[in-house]
C-alpha cells in the first residue's frame, strides 16, 4: 500500500556514506518503497538551510557497493538543500516525499535552524512535497549506535502519516532515542522545546601562536514537559510538527499599540 503512495528522494546532512543515511535507505528498500537518494559528499553539519549560488553543482553516482544496486544513489558537492532542490526539479520530479536524516544526533529545541537535517526537510516542503527530518539522539559517549532500530521506527511513522491529513508546508522533526526498539516509552508529540548553547567561543591558539576561536558549545536542555528535549530526555520518540511561518503573532498587536504604523514619512 505504501509503495503506490510515496516515491521518497532521500538526503542527509552527514555525507551519502554516513551510517545513518544508509540505515534508513536499508529500512525503506525493506518496505520496497524505492528510495532514491542525493546526499552531499561530504560531511555538511550545520549548514542550516544555506543554498549554493556562487558555483555550479556537480552530481555523481555513489561508489559501487555502498548502496544496494537497486537503489538509485548520487552524491552532490552542494549542501542539503542544494541536494533537495536539484533532486526534485531535475533527477526525481516524481518524488512526493522528502526524508532527511537518520542524523547522527538530535535536532532539538534551538537546533533547527542551524540543521541541515531539518533545513533539508523545509526545503522539500517549500518545494510543495510532504516531508520528515530524523535524527538520532546519540552522544559521543554512546558505545552502540541503534540506526537500524530507528530505520525501523521511520518507516512505521510513515505507514501512518502517509495518509494523515496533515496540512500541505508543514514537515515533521523526528528525533529518536538511541537505544534497542524494545526499550522504546511510545511516541509523544512535542512542540519545540528549548536547547541553548553555553561557551560557544573556545579561544585557542594556532601552531603560529596566531588567536583563533572554535565556535561550538556545549548544549543545556530546557527539560520542560511536552517538548521535544523532554521527550527524548525520557525515552520517546519525539515527533514534532514544524512549520515555516515564524512570525510571532503576539507581537504584531503590540507593535501597532505601540503605535508604531502611525510613523508618517
Ligand atoms: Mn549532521
Same mark, same amino acid.
Given at each position: ?108 529545541? @534551538? %537546533? *533547527?535552524?542551524?540543521?541541515?537535517? +531539518?533545513? $533539508?526537510?523545509?526545503? #522539500? ?95 543545556? @536542555? %530546557? *527539560?520542560?514537559?511536552?517538548?521535544? +528535549?523532554? $521527550?527524548?530526555?525520557? #525515552? ?30
Amino acid at each position: 500500500m505504501m509503495k503506490s503512495l510515496i516515491t521518497p528522494l532521500v538526503t542527509n546532512d552527514d555525507g551519502i556514506y554516513a551510517p545513518g543515511i544508509l540505515a534508513l535507505t536499508a529500512a525503506l528498500e525493506r518496505e520496497d518503497l524505492n528510495p532514491m537518494v542525493l546526499a552531499p559528499d561530504r560531511e555538511r553539519s550545520s549548514v542550516g538551510h544555506a543554498i549554493t549560488l556562487t558555483r555550479p553543482l556537480r552530481v555523481w553516482s555513489a561508489i559501487e557497493g555502498v548502496y544496494p544496486m537497486s537503489i538509485r544513489a548520487y552524491c552532490c558537492d552542494g549542501t542539503p538543500s542544494d541536494c533537495v532542490v536539484l533532486g526534485l526539479d531535475e533527477l526525481v520530479p516524481e518524488a512526493t516525499w522528502v526524508l532527511s536524516g537518520i542524523n547522527n544526533g538530535p535536532n532539538l529545541g @534551538d %537546533d *533547527l535552524t542551524y540543521s541541515g537535517t +531539518v533545513s $533539508a526537510a523545509m526545503e #522539500g516542503v517549500i518545494l510543495g512535497r510532504r516531508a520528515v527530518a530524523v535524527s538520532l539522539d546519540c552522544h559521543r559517549d554512546h558505545e552502540r549506535l541503534h540506526y537500524e532500530a530507528a530505520g525501523e521506527i521511520v518507516v512505521r511513522l510513515l505507514r501512518r502519516v502517509i495518509q494523515s491529513s496533515l496540512p500541505s508546508g508543514v514537515l515533521l522533526n523526528v528525533n529518536i532515542p538511541n537505544r534497542p526498539l524494545a526499550e522504546m516509552k511510545g511516541v509523544m508529540v512535542t512542540r519545540q522545546g528549548k536547547r541553548e548553547y553555553a561557551d560557544k567561543v573556545t579561544p585557542l591558539t594556532d601552531p603560529f601562536g596566531r588567536a583563533s576561536y572554535w565556535v561550538a558549545g556545549r548544549p543545556e @536542555d %530546557d *527539560l520542560v514537559e511536552g517538548s521535544d +528535549v523532554w $521527550a527524548v530526555a525520557h #525515552g520517546y520518540v519525539s515527533v514534532t510538527p514544524i512549520h515555516m511561518d515564524m512570525t510571532h503573532y503576539d507581537s504584531m498587536m503590540y507593535l501597532r499599540d505601540d503605535g508604531i504604523e502611525k510613523e508618517t514619512f
